[in-house]
């Protein structure tokens, strides 16, 4: 049976004919659903313009038959490529592309694009909000991503089995879901983690510092938990207190540089940090660096690459892009 994704009501896209205009400038906040984001802050439309529209699932089940849908004022012509994916797993983020074509003699102007997005049932349930107990019971499974899903959504509404889940799962030793934990835990927004966030500084995996050094910067620690490691050997734990220290507020010239140094480098996971870290300040170079290190099959770069356009996508609206 064809089902509507309950999402939350798009608004509307700016297009501008031969000038600049905003392409969404915010991610569509639809907790434990479904999130919809284009890839560009800003566009020229002229004769004919193409990017991407990213859906992620956030239910701890399957989509199937995912469509997106666009039209556009003004006579605009838009194509999407795929015309669906079959299937979106718990977690999965894929992309769209949009192809939009201007016919001739179409007057300059600001037209509207809207989008929305479809779906077939969900598994063998129609697509519903999930109830805390449901987010428990999936926090409780042996798959670790819908796990890591439904824990965050948890602590995200204060619900102290998400943090029990998250920490532990933070503290079991496993690189790839231990980072995904640990960000989960700075994106939450609770400062009551900070002391944990500091006890996994002393682990003896780089990638599990280097994230709680993130996370850390994400609550707004103070200025000597990444002082102390910004000389750390570990490039990417040195990486991450530079792009910590700057996610908490300090925007100096001297820590901008170093940050902006980590683009350069050559580890993929230092440049997502360094990417978050400045497109938290609309930074351009920094957007740039998330989206090429999301553009893989590589699934936990994708993830990490993710989990920072989404933070960021989810920031109050600020200046454009520099």
């Known amino acids: 049976m064809r089902r509507l994704i309950p999402v939350v ?20 906040r639809t907790p434990d659903r479904v999130i919809v984001k284009p890839e560009k802050q800003v566009t020229t439309v002229d004769q004919s313009e193409r990017f991407r529209v990213f859906v992620q699932n956030n239910y701890p089940t399957r989509l ?3 469509r997106l849908g666009a039209q556009a004022g003004g006579g605009i012509q ?28 179409t007057p300059r102007g600001t037209q509207t694009l809207r989008m929305a997005v479809a779906a077939n049932e969900i598994g063998f349930r129609p697509a519903e909000q999930p109830t805390v107990a449901q987010l428990r019971q999936a926090a409780g499974d042996d798959n670790s991503s819908p796990k890591v899903l439904a824990a965050e959504s948890l602590m995200r509404l204060g619900d102290p089995t998400g943090t029990q889940v998250l920490t532990q799962m933070a503290s079991a030793g496993d690189r790839d879901y231990g980072t995904r934990a ?3 835990i700075g994106k939450s927004g609770d400062k009551n983690q900070i002391p944990f966030l500091r006890s996994a500084l002393r682990s003896r995996d780089g990638s599990l510092r280097g994230t709680a050094l993130l996370s850390l910067g994400l609550l707004g620690d103070g200025k000597s938990t990444f002082v102390a490691m910004a000389a750390d050997r570990d490039e990417y734990v040195k990486a991450c207190a530079w792009a910590g220290w700057y996610l ?7 820590v901008e540089d170093a940050v902006r140094g980590g683009l350069t480098s050559d580890n993929v996971y230092v440049r997502i940090a360094s990417g978050w870290a400045l497109a938290s300040n ?16 590589d699934v936990m ?22």
């Not at 608004?11 to 991610?27: E, K, M, P, T, V």
């Not at 994708?302 to 520099?322: C, E, F, H, L």
Request: charged share 20%; hydrophobic share 40%.
């Open 248 to 254: 908490s507020g300090e925007h100096s010239k001297a």
């Open 282 to 297: 609309r930074d351009i170079a920094g957007i740039k660096a998330l989206d090429e290190a999301f553009a893989t099959d």
């Open 64 to 66: 199937t038959k995912l």
């Open 301 to 322: 770069q994708r993830v990490s690459a993710g989990d920072a356009m989404v933070d960021i996508a989810n920031r109050p609206n600020q200046d454009p892009p520099k």
């Open 78 to 105: 838009v194509a999407i490529e795929p015309a669906e994916f079959a299937q979106l797993k718990a977690g999965e983020r894929v992309a769209f592309t949009l192809n939009l074509t201007v016919p001739p003699g």
């Open 9 to 28: 009501p798009l608004a509307a896209c700016c297009l501008s004919l031969g000038a600049w205009g905003h392409l969404c400038n915010n991610i569509y």
């Open 182 to 184: 640990l960000r989960a």
